[in-house]
Structure formats: structure tokens, C-alpha cells
């Protein structure tokens, strides 16, 4: 079965300090991996994607992801965060079977970006 | 429009109530998705429209809930007999293939009292 995890409900850094955000995934295949926020009461923004090429991967707003095919892992990064990037992410994995490109999502991890 | 529209933003409604929310895809957007979206969860499956037919349904929860997009553009999803179990956010996606990422709106809010 295709599935992604978020193992951290909330993290929480300061301000110009680097952030990471962890998802691990499980697929039959070669995984195609994606990153959205959500800011509240609004919809899902996309931030970045893997589908194949280089591991590290370069998204919106200075996000980056670094696909670990070893660790099954797709953990999402910034350099120094910002008070704004305060929100709900969500990684997601593409379901690949029967080619519908539905994407699976995990539970969310809430940044909290401090002053 | 520029991005996907879905309408209402939000609907309150009572138990055993018809509801019906809508979904106003990408311009040129073949693939629209529904997902639900519970308070503290991320988005869960519902169905997948290719043009006009629904390709997968196999998220639906059950008969009181259908889906249709007569014309490959529009989307409505109809709610029948809501129980307050319904109450989340319905959210609308849609993309040109089914290679990429998904465009969503930013989502209907239904509470069944």
C-alpha cells in the first residue's frame, strides 16, 4: 500500500534558525513525492515535488526537500525560517495504481515559527 | 478564473439535511479531484473525475454521498441525509494530466448541526 508519515505532530523553532519538517513514505515503485501548506481556513498550496533527477529538490519560499531513497524519506527544509512560514504542511506520496495521479496525504505537522 | 474556485466557502446545514457544493476547476483542467478534510487530519480520497466519467470513486463513504461533472468542467459533489459526521472541509483539486501536482481550492466548510 502507498503511505506517507508525518512522525511530528507540531515543531516548533525560532526565527533564523534552520527548520525541518520530516515524512517517510512506503511505495511499490518509484515514489512520486510532494509537499503542500496550508495556512488557516485556506487551501492546500503546493511547495515543491520529486518525481525523478536530483535528491534535493528546491520548492517555494526557499523550501527544499531531500529525497532519501535508503531512508525512504522526503524531509522538508529551510535554511532560516521566518514567521510567516508558520502553518499546517503536508507531505503526500502519488498513488500508482490505476494511473488516477490521486495523491495520498499524511496527517500534517504544524510549524510554529517564533520571534 | 485563475485558480480553482469551489462555492459555498461555507454551509451550515441540519441533520438529514441535501447539501450541494461546487467545483470550478483550472480552465483546461481534464483531472478534478474531491477530498474531505477532517479537523486535525490531512486530506482523505473521495473521487476522481477524467472529463466527464468518474474514474474512481472508491473514497466515497457511502451512498449518501455522489459526485457528477456533466460537461468535463464543473464539478458538484451532493451530499444526502448529512449526519454531523460529515461536518469537514471538502476540498476541490484539479491538473491537467495526471502527472503533477494538484491545484486545490481553498475548500467548502460544511457543519451538520
Known amino acids: 500500500a502507498q503511505s506517507v508519515a508525518q512522525p511530528e505532530d507540531q515543531v516548533n523553532v525560532a526565527e533564523g534558525n534552520p527548520l525541518t519538517v520530516k515524512c517517510t513514505y512506503s511505495?511499490?515503485?518509484?515514489?512520486?513525492l510532494f509537499w503542500y501548506v496550508q495556512y488557516p481556513n485556506r487551501g492546500l498550496q503546493f511547495l515543491l515535488k520529486y518525481i525523478t533527477g536530483d535528491n534535493l529538490v528546491k520548492g517555494s519560499y526557499g523550501f527544499e526537500a531531500e529525497f532519501n531513497k535508503s531512508q525512504t524519506s522526503f524531509h522538508l527544509k529551510k535554511p532560516s525560517a521566518l514567521v510567516s512560514d508558520s502553518a499546517l504542511y503536508f507531505c503526500a506520496v502519488r498513488d500508482l495504481r490505476g494511473n488516477t495521479g490521486k495523491l495520498i496525504f499524511g496527517q500534517g505537522t504544524t510549524l510554529q515559527v517564533k520571534p | 478564473g485563475a485558480g480553482v474556485s469551489q462555492t459555498p466557502s461555507n454551509k451550515v446545514t441540519e441533520k438529514g439535511k441535501y447539501v450541494e457544493l461546487r467545483c470550478d476547476p483550472i480552465?483546461?483542467?481534464?483531472?478534478l479531484y474531491w477530498y474531505r478534510q477532517s479537523l486535525g487530519q490531512g486530506p482523505e480520497f473521495l473521487i476522481y473525475?477524467?472529463?466527464?466519467?468518474?474514474?474512481?470513486d472508491s473514497g466515497l463513504p457511502n451512498d449518501r454521498f455522489f459526485a457528477v461533472r456533466p460537461e468535463g468542467s464543473v464539478s458538484t459533489l451532493k451530499i444526502q441525509r448529512t449526519e454531523r459526521g460529515d461536518s469537514a472541509v471538502y476540498l476541490c483539486?484539479?491538473?491537467?494530466?495526471?502527472?503533477?501536482?494538484?491545484?486545490f481550492g481553498e475548500g467548502s466548510r460544511l457543519t451538520v448541526l
Open positions: 511505495v511499490s515503485g518509484n515514489p512520486y
Open positions: 480552465s483546461g483542467h481534464t483531472a
Open positions: 473525475f477524467q472529463g466527464t466519467g468518474a474514474a474512481d
Open positions: 483539486a484539479s491538473t491537467k494530466g495526471t502527472g503533477g501536482e494538484l491545484f
